[in-house]
């Protein structure tokens, strides 16, 4: 059974560093990696996908990266603001979950960034 | 944009009440996800349906069921209401596909069963 592991579970940065988020998974056999941003009380906003064939996306300040032989993933921010304080999750989409794009969650980076 | 929307923000309900949560998406999407998410375990998906009144369980379906009779809308029931499923409930959507359909994901309904 897939499992997604988010370490560390807290994260608190000074405004303007550069910062890295991981994401572990046990099964390679995934169709994408999917990154989420969670406000306190809110829904999740997608923030990357990348493709299991890929093995970067970027968006603005974000990058995600995939190393899907060894089952990792990070979101690296780069000059953190804090307006990224936030919780931080990626899902992946195991291939043998049959159709429907099922994901597989962890349990979330919360990030707090300090004036 | 893609527009995910509950019909709550926020729920109070007593004990053995049945409680309807909805949720209506307006891309199209086949895919429509019932999750609940509590401190320290995850999102964790209650039921999926993958087409019009086509439904399938996820995790954790004891206590609940679902109905789509429509296309754009997924409704999760609470057949009776229990203090155990206090929890945030949260609805996606995705088009059907292998590597790059995304889910997308509504703000969610706080519910509290007292």
């Known amino acids: 059974k897939q499992e997604v592991t988010q370490i560390p579970a807290a994260l608190s940065v000074p405004e303007g560093e550069n910062l890295v988020l991981n994401c572990s998974f046990t099964?390679?056999?995934?169709?994408?990696l999917q990154w989420f941003r969670q406000d306190p009380g809110k829904g999740l906003t997608s923030l990357l996908l990348i493709q299991s064939s890929q093995r970067e996306q970027t968006s603005g300040r974000l990058n995600a990266s995939l190393d899907k032989s060894s089952g990792r993933s990070t979101l690296y921010i780069a000059a953190s603001q804090p307006g990224d304080s936030a919780t931080y999750l990626c899902a992946v989409r195991p291939v043998f979950t049959g159709g429907g794009n099922k994901l597989t969650f962890g349990t979330g980076t919360q990030l707090k960034v300090e004036l | 944009d893609v527009k995910v929307t509950q019909s709550s923000r926020y729920l109070v309900k007593r004990t053995g009440e049945k409680v309807f949560l909805e949720c209506v998406q307006d891309m199209d999407h086949e895919n429509m996800f019932w999750y609940r998410q509590d401190p320290g375990l995850g999102l964790r998906l209650i039921y999926f349906s993958y087409d019009v009144k086509m439904k399938e369980k996820g995790d954790i379906p004891e206590g609940y069921s679902v109905s789509r009779e429509k296309k754009e809308r997924f409704s999760l029931i609470l057949e009776s209401a229990s203090t155990n499923q206090t929890s945030m409930y949260l609805c996606?959507?995705?088009?059907?596909?292998?590597?790059?359909?995304?889910?997308?994901f509504g703000p969610g309904t706080r519910l509290t069963v007292t």
């Open positions: 996606a959507s995705s088009f059907e596909g292998l590597a790059t359909t995304e889910q997308y």
């Open positions: 099964d390679s056999a995934i169709y994408n």
